[in-house]
């Protein structure tokens, strides 16, 4: 069988959104697609399921003027490698795999910003000690078990069905329909732009990044990061859109009650992909929360 087609560098980079910030690293056996920019404390953003760098493409620029800023793309997405093993795109699993391109960079995050899936990778990082900041930022962050998404004797049967090349290239194929790509991002409760709109439908009709996706939510399981999030000691920041329709805004709520110390900010008018529509607000609260933990100067 032909290896699924993934996002060439070469030819679907050539325009890739702060490009010049762009670089190839090698750590835990991938290569890693990573953005760097700016000077300062430094932030780790990470992207959330089926994204990729674009997805900060506004938001980076702005935090680089008070931090130095560093954006992969998690395995399997975009323009890193995809494990080999099924594991290495689970949530421990990202959280090791970031973990070491930290440490093949030498950098510790004095702030971590995560949209969706991304802050539970966090979460997990900082609950596990591989990182330590001063604040996690969680933008719609998927932190909690959706209800009724998976149950326990289900998830063996999902897994190797979600993880198929067929389903991979059928899928892709199908989000090469007009419409499609739009349709299923208006569905997050967002409004993008045509260029928005363009990148991801760029990424998506790339059977291996639309496949590490699907394998991705096929192995995800945040049960243990609820179970555990109450012993969480990094200060936490919740912004949450109140227009998400992937992860609902009460969802937040849930958090508090496990983590009542954790501080929540909603977005008015916003969708999923908040820091998408709205990135000067979103980088102007992050930078605001960072200076009252004193991350970043007054």
């Known amino acids: ?137 969680s933008l719609n962050g998927a932190l909690l078990p959706l209800p009724g998404f998976k149950h326990p004797s289900i998830t063996p049967f999902i897994r190797p069905f979600v993880s198929s090349d067929w389903l991979s290239r059928w899928f892709a194929k199908r989000l090469e329909a007009p419409g499609e790509v739009e349709r299923l991002l208006r569905a997050t409760g967002s409004q993008l732009d045509a260029r928005g709109l363009q990148l991801y439908a760029r990424l998506v009709r790339a059977p291996a990044h639309a496949g590490a996706a699907l394998a991705m939510m096929g192995v995800w399981d945040v049960r243990p990061l609820e179970r555990e999030i109450a012993s969480l000691a990094t200060p936490l920041r919740l912004f949450v859109g109140a227009n998400d329709r992937m992860i609902l805004p009460g969802e937040a709520l849930r958090v508090l009650r496990l983590l009542p110390q954790a501080e929540l900010t909603q977005l008015p008018g916003l969708g999923h992909l908040a820091h998408e529509e709205q990135p000067a607000l979103l980088a102007q609260l992050i930078i605001d929360a960072a200076r009252e933990r004193r991350i970043v100067p007054s």
């Open 1 to 137: 069988m032909t290896q699924l087609q993934g996002p060439s560098w070469e030819a679907d980079g050539q325009d890739w959104p702060n490009r010049d910030c762009s670089r190839f690293v090698s750590a835990a056996g991938l290569r890693w697609h990573v953005q760097y920019a700016g000077t300062g404390p430094v932030c780790l953003l990470l992207h959330g399921t089926g994204a990729s760098t674009h997805s900060f493409r506004d938001l980076l620029p702005q935090l680089a003027k008070s931090f130095t800023v560093i954006a992969p793309d998690l395995p399997g997405h975009g323009f890193t490698e995809r494990p080999r093993e099924l594991a290495g795109l689970s949530l421990p699993g990202m959280a090791a795999g970031v973990a070491a391109l930290l440490d093949e960079l030498r950098l510790s995050p004095a702030l971590a910003v995560g949209h969706s899936a991304g802050a539970a990778i966090l979460c997990r990082m900082c609950l596990d000690r591989r990182i330590e900041p001063g604040l996690l930022v």
